[in-house]
């Protein structure tokens, strides 16, 4: 049997992390993806404090061990002094992929004027795929939706598993298919 799709969620939010408020933004994304995918799969979940070496160890662990072929961050993309998620993200990463956050700033600003202040970016460890999104959990469905036609693809160029979605809820798009 092959082997189960597993994505990774990592939540960088010092407040969450510390148990300040809940972790709305990872739960969002967990259960985004659960109506985008008719491809069984399994969450791996982290939630981390707003520390380069934590979110480096997570997104490696993620990627390396768990086989992951997808990871979605939420947090710390801002310009606040602590916000290092893109910093930790490239850091790991063996080759950056830029579109992902220019498109997602370009669709968040049809939402809010701050949305350029999100150094979100995405990469690619080995055979995964990783998306900064922001903190606040009314951005994750925004750049989600934005961003998300072209993940399936992506991952079938990384020889990873094929990611089957609900056409009624998210179109993705294969070329040549
Ligand atoms: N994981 C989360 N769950 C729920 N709300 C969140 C989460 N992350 C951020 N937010 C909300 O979004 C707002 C903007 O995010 P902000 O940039 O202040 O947080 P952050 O730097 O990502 O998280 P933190 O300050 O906890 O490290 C926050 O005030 C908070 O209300
Ligand atoms: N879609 C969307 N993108 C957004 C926002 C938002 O509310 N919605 N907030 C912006 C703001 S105000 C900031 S400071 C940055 C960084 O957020 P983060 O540090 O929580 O990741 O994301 C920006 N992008």
Redesign the pocket.
């Known amino acids: 049997m092959a082997e189960r799709i597993k994505i990774g969620i990592v939540t960088?939010?010092d407040r969450a992390s510390a148990g300040v408020y809940e972790d709305i933004s990872g739960a969002a994304i967990n259960s985004t993806l659960q109506q985008y995918l008719t491809s069984p799969w399994t969450a791996c979940y982290r939630l981390v404090a707003d520390e380069r070496d934590q979110i480096e160890a997570a997104l490696c662990q993620l990627v390396d061990d768990e086989g992951c072929c997808l990871v979605v961050t939420?947090?710390?993309?801002?310009?606040?002094k602590r916000?290092v998620?893109p910093e930790a993200t490239a850091a790991v990463c063996d080759r950056m992929m830029p579109g992902f956050g220019e498109l997602?700033?370009a669709?968040?600003?049809k939402?809010?004027a701050?949305?350029?202040?999100?150094?979100?970016t995405a990469g690619l460890r080995h055979q995964a795929l990783i998306i900064?999104?922001?903190?606040?959990p009314?951005?994750?469905r925004?750049?989600l939706d934005a961003v998300f036609p072209a993940v399936p693809y992506c991952i079938d160029l990384l020889e990873g598993p094929y990611l089957e979605c609900d056409g009624d809820v998210i179109t993705v798009f294969r070329p040549g298919k």
């Not at 939420?74 to 606040?80: D, F, Q, R, V, W």
């Open positions: 960088v939010s939420t947090g710390g993309t801002g310009p606040a916000d998620t997602m700033r669709e968040s600003l939402y809010v701050t949305a350029i202040l999100s150094r979100q900064n999104l922001p903190g606040k009314s951005a994750i925004q750049c």
